[in-house]
Structure formats: structure tokens, C-alpha cells
């Protein structure tokens, strides 16, 4: 190569550089209305405006959400246009930040889905504001409010500030709640009668009924392979805390329960957590309990459920399991040894802090506050939860009952109502309270079966008055309770897997519970009692 | 006839250790891959139940027909297709032209261009600031987005550097004094030369962005132009279920049946593209992967 030759292309490599490395005028274009400058805004709009608004959905619904009659019949009522940004569930969170970070705020985000440690830390970035002065502007939020007092301090963060607008879904209210046991104890009604057994209802009983199914060949095949009772350990609705509540204050998945005196308590240090694991060791000494119950998935367990291996499981609703057949009945608490019969109650409840943000790129807070109450509108929320009525293209959830001028639910005819669901409803903030049944819209049918069961069957054993609320804890706290968390529960959920299966519980109480301390139980149940008390 | 040297007791010892550790190996890596192929036509159920029972009443094409009616998983397909053919042709042209240059004796500042080229392999700029570059050229939601920022491949450079170095310079300047010119040079001496290098390159390439699914997740809006990872992740990921909301409760069980029936057909599927292209590439991959060793 010639001197020529290398001095040109030296040129032009770094020539190529430094083209490569000019960039185009920034053009950060923002995602953000303009000030329409509107005041007093009511519905429908004469101006023709359009939010900006991010949103997540499911991959089955459609990519626009404009699509969605929902949305459509909206912007009839307001006038108010909304221009989406839509993505689904599993990159959400990513567009979501990447949306932040950039600068390129929406005017709201719709199914925001943080966190509370997310909702505090935008709050104090200045990337959402304050929406309490807001609420002035909503009379539907207001009523739900109103009926329902108890929310206004599950939605306000410690610094007096509310951030996001809430999901409210009701079904049933105080003990009757759908929430109020999620692992409902199944029992093999089949083979009970086949057997010629009563059901139990003592710990005694399930026990001598559990070692009938084993050694009597309830389904008569000649094979021992029947599983007297099966299990998910810690798994939620599949755990089988429902029993705890025969020996004492009962259990549930966060292990966490509020005296009627209204002192928080750890199920786990409690001393008839103890006596429950020591009995369900005995099960599990005389072959009772599967083995597989510390390991398995859902499917395993599904896959023996659908065979009908089982002479007692729990989950949810037995028509995930065993299918909705009579053959499968719900289990009514336990007597324990001394008499007693209760059962636990979880801390699940219908409520998400934060569906929907108002974020600072916002110049139309009255216009957002307005549109986004339009969404706690009694029939708008119902619809917005489950599916819509009169859709001439797709199957509905719903009709719409002139006469009531209320919502009725219409029979599914095969299509799974999750499908169905997720293709029409739009979820984001809306309140549906337990009043609003019979009067706005009909119940869901599964939802009322479940209800009618915990009314008869479970709540007239139910001791506990008071459940642990979702209260909004500050940074700090937050910060501390996860950090005792991440230790303290995988510590406990270990131990009870051990000791049902190896037993020791006896031996090693003590040592457990100064091992508790040792991981910050005092301070765990400080903080959470001072919430508690907050939260009242 | 046989003029086979004769094998000293040593050797055969040798031999059959070797044969025994290979076929431990190979069973290892094939046991896996037959029971996803195994799997993949069977109801999954039954697989659960049973395990791999192969029974013909627990044969399925149930989830082959789910993959191929359903229009996301197929489009994610030929979109994937596109970005990886795309990527690997400027990728390998790239790392061809920019290592051969950089292979070449007495080019002027070779040292401040390599050292310029192996910052960025120590040194990000770091994802938002990478989206602002992106996004003020215009890129998101198109396919560039996929294929430009990723094309310098700075250990793709070196590969092919080191492949050129090993040139003989002779024949280089055999070429020059038939009055061949540099480009005419790198044509029609340099590139038929290096076939496997080329090869070796473009499988990386194309299973790298095959497998990859981030870039199109953070530059990418419009459904329509995912590639297939993001589609099956979308299928198999879903929405996290949060407990206590009824209708998830339920979804659960929905997604779970669903996911589980496609899961080993949609890694068919997805694998199916390199396990063809494999055979084709081998004699060349043997030799260019040996390229970094010969220096």
C-alpha cells in the first residue's frame, strides 16, 4: 500500500467515525397533553380533546384498547378522546419504567401497577402528584367514599398524601367475605358413603376416616394407591392452614392475625401452631399425607385431582380440581382435642392501592380527576371488572336489564369466563361494593356458590372479628419489613415443611422461637402493630 | 489389504476409554433433547400422570395445532426469521471489512481504532441513553432497531482479524503485481479465502439474534413486529397472578393448561431453524472456530 493510499483511507475510516457519532437534533417528543385550559368541565365535552394515557392489558384483548366497546361507549358519554399507549402484561412494567427514565410521561397511567415501595419513590421523584385535592372534582369516588370509609385510609400513605387510585372489588363483606378462607378443605364424599362413614368433625375422626380411605380401598380397584390427603405446602389456597384453627387461632399464608383486642399476633409463634403441626406430623407418620405434598406443582397436583386420587385436598374452588361434581364436599372446621372448633381467617381482601397514577406531565388535572371518576361509576365499574353487554361482535358477559335497569349476568355456554374476561373488561380503578348485588348488577355465578358455602359452612366457626388490612406503610418501614420478611417467613415456611414431615416440633419450639427474635420478630410485629393502630 | 499398523494394548485401552466418556456425554445432551421432542407430541396430562408413556391413545398434535393456527406465533416466526437473516448479513459484513482493514500491515492509527473498538466491549452507554439515540434517529418500531444498533460486534471484529492476519501476505502481493487493486485484492482473493470465517460469524450471528428478545422488548410497540421469543414469552410468562383477585385465581389454571400444552412444541418450533441450519454449517464451523487458537 502506498503512503497515498493509507493517509486516504485513515481519512475516511475516521471520517466514517465521526459521522457516525453526529447526532440528529433532539426531538424529545413528550407523550403529554397540552392545556385545553378547561375549568368546570362537565360531560359531555363540546371541545374536542384527547388524553394521553399508558396502559397494560392482556395478550388475548385487543391491541388497541379503542376497540373495546367499553372505551368506546366512554368517549360517547365524555367526549373526552383517549390516546393510548397499550402494551401487555409481561413487558408492561419495562415500557412503563423505560417511559419514566426517558422523560416521556403520559398524562396517567392506567393499571399502573406499582408497588407501594414504587408508589412512594415516584412520589418523591416527581414523576406522579398528589390526587387528594382532586377527589373534590369526583362525586362517584365520593359516594364509594362515603359508603365505604374504611378505603380512604388504606389509599392514603403515611405522609398524608394520596397517590393512586384505587381497585375495589367486593364479595361479601367482614367474615362473609370470599377472601375469608382461601384454602377450603375438601373431603371425599364418595368414598365416605362407599366406606359407610360419617363425615368427621373432629381431628380424631378425620384421622381414623383418612386411615379408612388408606387401608379400605374406597375406589375399588384392588390397589392401594389412593391418597388419603394432599396438599401444596405454603402454596396459598393449596396450604392446609384451614386446619390450624382446631387447636387454636388458625393460620394463613402471611402468618399474620389481629386479635379481637386488636393486638397483631404471628400465627407461627402461637402455641397451637405448634399442636397442629405435631398432629399433621402424625398424619404424615401413618402414611396419611402424600408425599409429594412438599414438592409438587399445580399440575401434579392437578393431573391426581383429575384422577380422583384423593380423599381430601385443598384449594379454591373444587371445580379447578376435581370438577364441579357432587362427589367432593366442603369440609366443615374441625372440633379439636379440647372441643375447640375455629377457623382462620386470611388477610386477602378485593383492594389494589394503585391502579391508576396522574402523573406531573399532566396540564389537565380537572379533565383527568373528571374522566377517570366516570371510571367509580356504580354500572361503569362493573363492567370495567368483568365484560360489557351488547356487543354484537363477540360473546357478552352481561345483558342489560331495562326494566331493573340493572346488569344481569348471561349463562357462559362453554366459553372460559377468564377469556371472555380479559378480552372485554378493561379493569384500571373502580369500586364495586357488596351493596351494589341485586341492585346494580347480579353476582357472578361461581363467586355466589363460593359465598353461599363460606356463609353456611365456614363463618359460623369464625372467632377472629378483625383481619390485617392493607395498610400503606412509609420507605422505611417497608424497607425493614422486607428485609425481617425475606428472612423470617422462608425461615418459618421452612421449619413447618420440616417438621410435618420430620416431626422435632416439640424438641425444637424453643430454640424456633428465640430464633424468631433473633430475625427481628419484635420489631416485625412493632411496626406492623403500629400500622395496624394507623390504620383504625 | 490391510496395512493397518497394530494397535499397542495402550492405544486400544485409550480408545475404549474415550468411546465410553463420549457416549456418556452424547447421552447426556441427547436424553434431554428427545424427551422435549418426545414430549411435544404428547397430551400434557398424560405426561404428568404417566411421564413418557408411550401409549398411542396419549399422542397429540393438539399443541402443533395451537402453534401453527394461532397468527402472533407464526408471525413472530417470519419476523424473527427476517431480523436474524438481516442482522447476521450486515453483522458479518461489518466484522468482515472492519477486521480485514484492521488486518492489513501498516494502516495508519490501527492502534487508536482497535483500542477505539474495544472500549465499547468494556463500556455501555447504558440502556436509556442508548433508547435516546435510538429514538432521535427514528428507529423505534422499525426493524433497524433491531439490526443496527447490535451490527459491530466488536469480538466478531477480532475474530476476523485474526482469521485474516494468518493470510500469508505473499498472496497478496502476488496479486498486486498482477496489478489487482485493494478492493480488487479482498474480492477475489481475500473473501474466497475465508469461507469459514464468514460461516462461523454468521451462525453466531443469527443464533444470537434468534435467542435474543430484549431490544425488541424496549424498541419495539407494535405487536405485529415481534419475533418469536417475545411472542412465547408473552404466552408463557403472562401476567404475574396476584393472589386474593378472584378472576385470576381462575386464570391460573387457564394459562397454566395452556402454557403447559404448548411448552414443548413451541421449543420444537423455536429450534427448529438452527438445528437445520447446523448440518450445513458444520465443516465450516469446525475449521474457523479453530481460528483464535492458531495465534
Known amino acids: ?351 389494589d392501592r394503585s391502579r391508576m397514577v396522574i402523573t406531573s406531565a399532566n396540564k389537565n388535572l380537572e379533565l383527568t380527576a373528571k374522566w377517570i371518576d366516570q371510571l367509580y361509576d356504580p354500572a361503569q365499574s362493573v363492567q370495567n371488572n368483568w365484560g360489557t353487554f351488547g356487543d354484537d361482535k363477540q360473546q357478552n358477559i352481561f345483558e342489560w336489564d331495562e326494566s331493573a335497569s340493572m346488569l344481569k349476568h348471561l349463562p357462559l355456554e362453554g366459553t372460559a369466563p377468564v377469556e371472555l374476561r380479559e378480552k372485554t373488561s378493561i379493569g384500571g380503578p373502580l369500586a364495586i361494593l357488596d351493596s351494589y348485588y341485586g341492585t346494580v348488577t347480579t353476582k357472578p355465578d361461581d363467586a355466589a356458590w363460593r359465598l353461599d358455602l363460606m356463609k353456611k359452612v365456614m363463618v359460623p366457626y369464625m372467632e377472629a372479628d378483625n383481619i390485617y388490612p392493607r395498610v400503606f406503610f412509609s420507605i422505611e418501614d417497608l424497607d425493614r419489613l422486607s428485609a425481617i420478611e425475606a428472612d423470617l417467613f422462608a425461615y418459618i415456611k421452612r421449619k413447618r415443611a420440616e417438621w410435618i414431615a420430620n416431626g422435632g416440633v416439640e424438641k425444637e419450639w424453643n430454640e424456633y422461637l428465640s430464633e424468631l427474635d433473633r430475625l427481628g420478630l419484635q420489631e416485625w410485629l412493632e411496626i406492623k402493630q403500629s400500622g395496624y393502630d394507623r390504620n383504625q | 489389504m490391510n496395512s493397518k499398523i497394530k494397535q499397542t494394548k495402550g492405544d486400544r485401552t485409550i480408545l475404549i476409554i474415550n468411546n465410553i466418556m463420549l457416549s456418556v456425554i452424547v447421552t447426556c445432551i441427547l436424553v434431554p433433547l428427545l424427551y422435549v421432542f418426545l414430549s411435544s407430541f404428547l397430551e400434557p396430562n398424560a405426561l404428568i400422570r404417566k411421564g413418557l408413556a408411550l401409549s398411542a391413545t396419549d399422542w397429540s398434535l393438539e399443541g402443533y395445532r395451537r402453534i401453527l393456527t394461532d397468527g402472533t406465533i407464526m408471525r413472530g416466526f417470519l419476523n424473527s426469521i427476517i431480523y436474524s437473516a438481516g442482522f447476521t448479513i450486515v453483522t458479518v459484513g461489518v466484522s468482515i471489512l472492519a477486521g480485514y482493514t484492521l488486518s492489513v500491515d501498516g494502516l495508519v492509527g490501527k492502534k487508536i481504532f482497535m483500542i477505539f473498538f474495544l472500549i465499547t466491549m468494556f463500556f455501555g452507554g447504558g440502556l436509556i441513553p442508548t433508547y435516546f439515540v435510538i429514538r432521535d434517529l427514528g428507529m423505534i418500531n422499525t426493524i433497524w432497531a433491531i439490526i443496527i444498533p447490535g451490527a459491530v460486534n466488536v469480538w466478531f471484529i477480532i475474530l476476523a482479524r485474526t482469521y485474516f492476519k494468518a493470510i500469508p501476505n505473499e498472496l497478496k502481493e502476488a496479486a498486486r503485481i498482477d496489478g489487482a487493486s485493494d478492493f480488487r485484492i479482498f474480492i477475489s482473493i481475500i473473501l474466497p479465502l475465508c469461507k469459514p470465517i464468514i460461516f462461523v460469524l454468521a451462525l453466531y450471528a443469527f443464533i444470537g439474534q434468534w435467542n435474543s428478545y430484549f431490544d425488541a422488548m424496549i424498541y419495539l410497540d407494535n405487536r405485529d413486529l415481534y419475533p418469536l421469543q417475545l411472542v412465547l414469552r408473552s404466552i408463557l410468562i403472562q401476567n404475574e397472578v396476584q393472589p386474593g383477585m378472584i378472576a385470576d385465581i381462575q386464570a391460573r389454571n387457564e394459562i397454566l393448561r395452556i402454557s403447559e400444552m404448548i411448552r414443548y412444541s413451541s421449543i420444537v418450533v423455536a429450534s427448529l431453524p438452527l438445528l437445520i441450519m447446523y448440518p450445513f454449517f458444520q465443516k465450516y464451523f469446525e475449521k474457523g472456530v479453530m481460528v483464535g487458537s492458531l495465534k
Open chain 1, 1 to 351: 500500500m502506498n503512503k497515498i493510499g493509507k493517509t486516504l483511507s485513515f481519512i475516511l475510516l475516521s471520517g466514517s467515525l465521526m459521522v457516525t457519532g453526529c447526532t440528529n437534533k433532539s426531538s424529545s417528543e413528550s407523550f403529554s397533553s397540552e392545556d385545553y385550559e378547561l375549568t368546570n368541565v362537565s360531560f359531555p365535552l363540546k371541545e374536542n380533546v384527547s388524553l394521553k394515557i399508558l396502559t397494560s392489558s392482556s395478550p388475548l384483548a385487543a391491541e388497541d384498547p379503542n376497540d373495546k366497546l367499553i372505551f368506546q361507549r366512554l368517549e360517547e358519554k365524555t367526549g373526552v378522546q383517549v390516546e393510548w399507549r397499550n402494551y401487555t402484561g409481561d413487558v408492561f412494567a419495562e415500557k412503563r419504567n423505560l417511559a419514566i427514565a426517558s422523560g416521556e410521561l403520559p398524562d396517567a397511567i392506567l393499571n399502573s401497577g406499582f408497588s407501594d415501595y414504587e408508589l412512594l419513590k415516584q412520589a418523591k421523584d416527581d414523576v406522579i402528584v398528589p390526587v387528594e385535592d382532586l377527589i373534590q372534582y369526583m362525586p362517584n369516588l365520593q359516594a364509594v367514599l362515603e359508603k365505604a370509609p374504611q378505603y380512604k385510609a388504606m389509599m392514603t400513605a403515611p405522609d398524608g398524601h394520596i397517590y393512586a387510585f384505587p381497585w375495589i372489588e367486593e364479595l361479601g363483606e367482614g367474615k362473609e367475605s370470599i377472601h375469608s378462607v382461601a384454602a377450603f378443605p375438601w373431603i371425599n364424599k364418595e368414598w365416605l358413603n362407599k366406606l359407610g362413614l360419617e363425615v368427621p368433625t373432629t381431628t380424631d375422626e378425620l384421622k381414623k376416616v383418612l386411615i379408612a380411605f388408606k387401608t379400605q380401598d374406597p375406589n375399588g380397584n384392588g390397589e392401594a394407591d389412593e391418597i388419603p390427603m394432599s396438599f401444596i405446602i405454603n402454596d396459598g389456597g393449596q396450604d392446609p392452614q384451614s386446619l390450624f384453627g382446631a387447636f387454636g387461632i388458625g393460620d394463613n399464608s402471611d402468618f399474620t392475625v389481629v386479635s379481637n383486642d386488636g393486638e397483631v399476633i404471628l400465627t407461627a409463634a402461637d402455641e397451637g401452631y405448634k399442636e397442629s403441626i405435631n398432629w399433621l406430623n402424625d398424619l404424615y407418620n401413618e402414611g396419611l399425607i402424600d408425599i409429594e405434598a412438599f414438592e409438587q406443582d399445580w399440575n401434579t397436583y392437578l393431573a391426581k385431582g383429575r384422577d380422583k386420587r384423593y380423599g381430601m385436598y385443598f384449594t379454591w374452588d373444587k371445580g379447578n380440581i376435581t370438577g364441579m361434581g357432587e362427589d367432593y364436599d366442603l369440609l366443615a372446621p374441625l372440633k379439636g382435642p379440647d372441643g375447640h372448633q375455629n377457623v382462620g381467617r386470611t388477610n386477602g381482601m378485593g383492594f
